[in-house]
């Protein structure tokens, strides 16, 4: 066998250790740079997750503190809801009992007039026809029925700094007064239709305003007092 010798110069081994040092070197500078920066990115997720926890700590502080307000108005309404109760609990005085049954007294001669001499007026004063005066009393009795809820609806959602129910005591007064005055006059005309049309609208007038006051006159009572004897009491002096 022969043997084969392969002569290789020391500054080439040298060399080429160098190189192999420098890659590993390289390698080692990557792998540094991969784990600076993984931790990095980890400090920075962190830094967000602090952030979105503070955010969320801020809003949760901010709910609460709304939360508070609320209550703290909703304790207020209840406060003055009490107080109110309170003042309506309290026995009424004589005189306020008194000056409330004199409103129904007013009211009482107005429809006592109505049903005893109404009919009698149309037929004998102004000689219509009784059927056609029958039928104008009919109108106006009807005209209650459709006035009176919804009157009592448009007192209960009324809201001035009067009240809901003194601005219809004091605008509905008048204009019964004045249709009431003119349901008993007989005008200058000979025509049976024209006299028909001018009572039945008089009439209407008369029912209108009328419904205008008592509906919220009688609602009077449960606001002046929630105690069920003087509710009891005031109905007695109305009566």
Same mark, same amino acid.
């Given at each position: ?62 709910? =609460? %503190? /709304? &939360? +508070? @307000? $609320? !209550? *703290? #108005? =909703? %304790? /207020? &309404? +209840? @406060? $003055? !809801? *009490? #107080?109110?109760? /309170? ?153």
């Amino acid at each position: 066998m022969q043997n084969h010798s392969i002569d290789i110069d020391e500054d080439e081994l040298v060399e080429i250790s160098l190189d192999d040092d420098d890659d590993n070197d390289n390698d080692d500078g990557i792998e540094l740079k991969n784990v600076v920066h993984d931790k990095n990115m980890g400090v920075y997720d962190e830094k967000e997750n602090n952030i979105e926890i503070k955010e969320e700590n801020d809003k949760g502080i901010n709910d =609460i %503190e /709304e &939360i +508070g @307000e $609320e !209550n *703290d #108005e =909703i %304790e /207020e &309404i +209840g @406060e $003055e !809801n *009490d #107080e109110n109760k /309170e003042n309506k609990s309290k026995s009424l005085k004589w005189y306020t009992k008194v000056g409330y049954a004199f409103g129904e007294m007013g009211l009482f001669i107005t429809t006592g007039i109505i049903g005893f001499f109404l009919s009698t007026f149309l037929l004998e004063t102004a000689q219509i026809n009784p059927v056609i005066a029958g039928g104008i009393v009919l109108i106006g009795q009807g005209f209650d029925a459709v006035s009176d809820p919804l009157v009592g609806r448009l007192s209960d959602i009324t809201n001035t700094r009067f009240g809901r129910r003194r601005p219809w005591l004091l605008f509905g007064s008048v204009p019964v007064g004045v249709s009431f005055f003119l349901l008993w006059l007989v005008p200058p005309v000979n025509n049976e239709i024209l006299l028909t049309i001018y009572y039945a609208t008089m009439f209407l007038c008369v029912k209108a305003s009328f419904t205008a006051v008592t509906v919220p006159y009688t609602a009077l009572t449960p606001d002046l007092t929630e105690d069920y004897h003087e509710r009891t009491s005031l109905t007695m002096f109305r009566m």
